[in-house]
């Protein structure tokens, strides 16, 4: 009887037949604020899900006149900024080349220095300064890329002038190096430079983080062998993190491509097909950056043109995303126990690279719960000690 | 009976120690890294000094004298090992470059434009009628305040929606749900979406809605919710995640219900890192340019209605001061690195707010 008056006054709506199925059941029973909350937090789920088809319908909606129109005659598309050009898909084909040479450039700096960087912050730096180290190569995520993009137009650009004079008059053989090199120093190469000390931050944080990872076993068992640290790393760490690191390089790729300011203010973009780094005119244009520069002053069609272009661009990103994320889900063994000590101790400081590593490190637990490589070793170890014992 | 202690024969002079016999000593990076500064400066000196030269230089016969003498003395293995290791420490340096040649950079540039009539004045032309001349007065505040305006609008829509989705992916859906499934396969592709693309679909919404010229500051904010709402709701999801799940199974067996249980055990207990997280999205959307270049343009008046006209923020006032400068362009310069020096304090603040919120309100107990 006690019981069912405590339920009737706390769910007053509810009357006697909700308190004695509760005493039945020992059912928690949903309140209207228990039921309001769900419904708010799945429809929020669920308006993710209408924000994205949103994003992918309206750009559509607004592309579509513009990628099916007749480009020759058109009067608004034949001239300004879209003119001379027999149809949508032969002015956005260039920038598409634009847009993954530039990225390919910058990944090709910044790559191998991200990864050297993650690794001297994992392995090589002493541990005390290992946290420090990592917050401040995680600062450069923090700086806007606006300021990146005047940083370069008066750092970077004349700071590679003499490396561009230098590559042309040795190595113009090349067709990268060749043609007539730049005096202002407005090219492609000074666009890349930036955009690769843009990618460094997010590389560096999740290969810093799989380094991490690596089980302190097989990094000992290396060492007791008498392999020098490098050769530890080269058969304990990189074998362990290689689908993460590569994982993480296409994710960088992934920020290079949409990458707008640093490419729209530093270069002098021509929309042709080249592969000349160091000149003034022969620079691809990007995706981003064509949009950038011309839709303040392009009229509507031409404006639907452009869209038509970022459509491009968001599934060119799409795509590398996703397989980025493909090739994480396919990562070797970890434990789900170390990863949460570890983002126990350190707070994430870049948010976007979380994710990145929880996806990585949240798969590549879920199969070392299947295969249990890593928690049976000690205990193995203790069983054979207390077998001596004995 | 025959193990007798024989006498030790005292060893005639010096021995090589078998353990540090064939390596180098103990410093010798430090003096290889002392006489390459050295070498190279004197190299420099010759041809010309500059600062970046010489650290190169430096840089490169540093590893070379290293490998060398470490492969003649030691052997090549090591040789290797040093020479990495050499590398690994000049790429992390190399990282440290731009980031203080940026700090410094922007400093340099912006201390100059900025002072109290910056901050507080709009950017107009003044015509003084005894003169008749027309001067332009250089001012950030409608800047300032559009900044503040569509960020605000931004975080407004995508806190709570981030911070809904977050407690419905940990505590309501099922991991093998489809639901659950594609909502955190949708938030990974939404992280992925170039800002410039929120920006046009902002623009293209707007544009469907209002008309052709649908430039306004609330478009703006929808295009940045859109880029914020993953990192929220990753961030947030990563720090749910982290509450043990000893304590909601504790207020459960205590009979409170799950609303209770999430608003009063569970949010509590993450707060530190949720508020971190949220304050780190808001110092990464702060500074896109790309997207409330699209969606609000850019203006020289001040216009603090969000919902009419275009708006200027301080990042697109940056971009705009340098490529589409005025008549003055110098002028036009030196403001934009004005507001790209403002634009680096906001985010300095915001990250620095962030760091306190987790030391000061981290969960007191064990951890």
Redesign the interface.
Known sequence: MGDQAATGTKTPGSGPSGSSRGARTMR????P??RI??G??????????V??A??AL??I??AVPAIFADWQNNPDLNTGPTGGYASFWTYVGPLIWGTLFASAIALVIGA???I??A???SH??PRRLAGI?GY??D??A??????????G???IRP?LLPLSDWLNTYLGWIPLFGGQVSTTGSTILAGAVVLA?MI?PII?SISREIFLQTPRLHEEAALALGA????MIKLAVFPYGRSGVISATL?GL?RA?????AI??IISPAILVSVRMLTEGENSQTI?AN???N??IAT?LQ?EA??GT??L??VI??A???LA?VIASRAGAGTKRKR?KI??QL??????T??AV??VLARKAAKSHAEGADDEEPEIDKEEREGKDA | MSATISPSRQPSGRVANALTSGQLPRFVEWYVLGGSLALSAALLLLMGFNI?GWLVLTAVIYLLALGILSSVVENR??A??RV??G??????L???A??I???I??VA?GIGSINWNFITQTSSSVFNADTLEVTTQVGAWQAIVGTLIITGIAALISI???I??A???V???QPKQW??R??TF?????????????G??A???F??IVG?KAFSGFSASIALA?LM???????CE?MLR?VPGDLREAS?AL??????T??KIVLPTAIA?IV??VM??I??V?????PI??AA?FTDNFNANPFDGPMQTL?VM??TG???PGQDIAASNAS??GA?LL??IL?VIL?LIARVV?KVFAPKGS?
Do not use: H
């Open positions: 928690a029973k949903a309140r604020a228990d909350f769900k708010l937090s799945t429809g929020s789920a669920a308006s993710i899900m924000i994205l949103g994003v309206f750009l909606i607004q191998p220095i991200a050297g960087i690794l001297f912050i090589y730096a180290l401040l190569v600062l450069l923090a700086v806007p890329s606006i300021v990146f993009g005047l940083w137009i008066i750092v700071f000390v460094l560096t020098t640290k490098w050769e994710l992934g491509l949409g990458e707008t300011m729209a203010l981003a949009i950038a520069l839709f303040p509507t404006r452009l869209i970022g459509l661009l968001f990103s799409l590398v995303n996703m994320r949460q983002n126990a707070p994430p400081s870049d948010p976007s979380v994710l929880d996806d | 970046a293995r090591k290797t090992d990495i290791r590398l690994v420490t000049v790429a992390f190399l990282a440290l731009p980031l040649s940026t700090l950079t922007v540039n709570p929606i981030g809904l989705t407690i419905y992916l505590e309501y859906a639901m659950a594609t909502v949708l938030v990974d592709v939404m992280t992925g979406i170039p800002s410039i693309v929120a046009l679909f623009f293209s919404l544009s469907l052709p859109v709402i993953p990192i929220v709701v990753r961030s990563e982290l459960y009979g409170v219900s799950k609303f209770s999430i608003t890192g971190t997280g780190l999205a110092a990464r702060i500074g896109e340019t790309a270049f699209m343009s990042p940056a971009y340098y490529k589409f934009a690195w790209a634009l680096v985010v990250n987790a951890r």
